[in-house]
C-alpha cells in the first residue's frame, strides 16, 4: 500500500512539474513587467509569431528582406514622410539605437519619396544615423495588416514578431530603454523569439 501510495505521488510530482514547465516555458520571457507608460502601445504576443516575407530596398535600391536581420533583435518601424508622429519619433529612435546598440532599428519609409529624397529627409529631421529603407509599394502594411502609421514591430532573433506598437512611442525615455534591454538581452529572451 505505502509503495502504491508514493508511486502515485511520483507521478503526480512528475505530471505537476511538467506543467509548470510547459506553463513557464509558454509565458514570455520579458513578462518581468508591463511596459512602462512611455509604451503604453507596445502590445507583447503571447506566442511570437512569424514576420511575413516581405522585401523592400535600401537606398541603393538593393532589395532586401527582415531575413537579412536575423539573428539580431529588430525594432521595425514603419513610417511616412507626411506622419506627423512618424516624423517626429525618428529622434527617438536614433537615441534609441545608440542606447541599445544589439537593438537594430530598421525604418521603414512607406512614402513615395526617392531614396535621395528620404536620405535628405532623415537628415532634416536629425535622423541621420537612420538607414534609408523604402517600401513604396506599401508591402509590409498589407502583410502586417496595418492600418495606421507609425507601426513598431519588435522582433526577436529567430525573426518572429514579439511585440506590436501602432502609433507613436516614447522609445528613448529612460524607462522605455531600461524595459526593451531587458527584453532583448539575448541569454534571457532568445529562447522563445
Request: with cysteine; aromatic share 6%; charged share 20%.
Amino acid at each position: 500500500m505505502r509503495r502504491h501510495l508514493l508511486a502515485i505521488l511520483a507521478v503526480v510530482a512528475v505530471v505537476a512539474s511538467a506543467a509548470a514547465l510547459y506553463v513557464i516555458r509558454a509565458r514570455p520571457v520579458h513578462d518581468a513587467g508591463h511596459p512602462p507608460d512611455a509604451l503604453a502601445k507596445l502590445v507583447f504576443e503571447a506566442i511570437p509569431k512569424n514576420i511575413p516575407a516581405v522585401a523592400f530596398v535600401d537606398e541603393k535600391g538593393r532589395r532586401l528582406s527582415l531575413a537579412s536581420f536575423r539573428g539580431r533583435y529588430v525594432l521595425l518601424n514603419l513610417w511616412a514622410t507626411w506622419c506627423a508622429p512618424c516624423v517626429r519619433e525618428l529622434p527617438a529612435l536614433v537615441r534609441l539605437q545608440r542606447a541599445l546598440p544589439r537593438l537594430t532599428i530598421v525604418a521603414v519609409s512607406e512614402g513615395h519619396e526617392s531614396s535621395a529624397d528620404t536620405a535628405a529627409f532623415l537628415r532634416s529631421h536629425g535622423a541621420t544615423a537612420l538607414h534609408v529603407y523604402l517600401d513604396s509599394d506599401h508591402a509590409f502594411l498589407q502583410a502586417m495588416g496595418a492600418f495606421g502609421l507609425p507601426l513598431s514591430v519588435l522582433i526577436g532573433p529567430r525573426g518572429r514578431e514579439r511585440a506590436r506598437a501602432l502609433g507613436p512611442a516614447e522609445w528613448d525615455d529612460p524607462q522605455a530603454i531600461a524595459f526593451l534591454r531587458a527584453a532583448t538581452t539575448t541569454a534571457v529572451a532568445a529562447p522563445a523569439s
